[in-house]
């Protein structure tokens, strides 16, 4: 089994230095800190990487499943909404035939 310092392990994640060393200090990257280096093991690094790998896609396949959700909304007539107000009646003119109080 193949271990990796820090320089290493970033290397391969072709990250820099420092953020595979915030990575590992939020405890996200798996590793172990032996006296005062940390050493990653080959395995757990291809893990780590496979299990981003994969909730980025998924984000990735959400967000183009929504989008194209969207765009056939948008393309899609909408349905014509008929009013259930009635009309106005037409009243007849009162002119002459109101009453003055």
């Given at each position: 089994m193949?271990?990796?310092d820090?320089n290493?392990?970033?290397d391969?994640l072709?990250?820099?230095?420092?953020?595979?060393?915030d990575?590992a200090?939020?405890g996200?990257?798996?590793g172990a800190?032996?006296?005062?280096?940390w050493?990653?093991?080959?395995?757990?690094?291809?893990?780590y990487?496979?299990d981003?790998?994969?909730?980025?896609?998924?984000?990735?396949r959400?967000n183009a499943e929504?989008?194209?959700?969207l765009?056939r909304?948008?393309?899609?007539?909408?349905?014509?909404?008929r009013?259930?107000?009635?009309?106005?009646?037409?009243l007849p003119?009162l002119?002459?035939?109101?009453a003055?109080?």
């Open positions: 193949k271990t990796y820090i290493e392990a970033a391969f072709k990250v820099d230095r420092s953020t595979a060393l990575l200090n939020l996200s990257l798996p800190k032996v006296g005062r280096a050493v990653f093991m080959e395995d757990e690094l291809v893990a990487l496979r981003i790998t994969r909730k980025q896609t998924q984000v990735r959400a929504a989008a194209q959700c765009e909304a948008e393309r899609e007539p909408k349905p014509l909404q009013s259930r107000r009635r009309p106005v009646p037409e003119e002119g002459s035939q109101v003055s109080t």
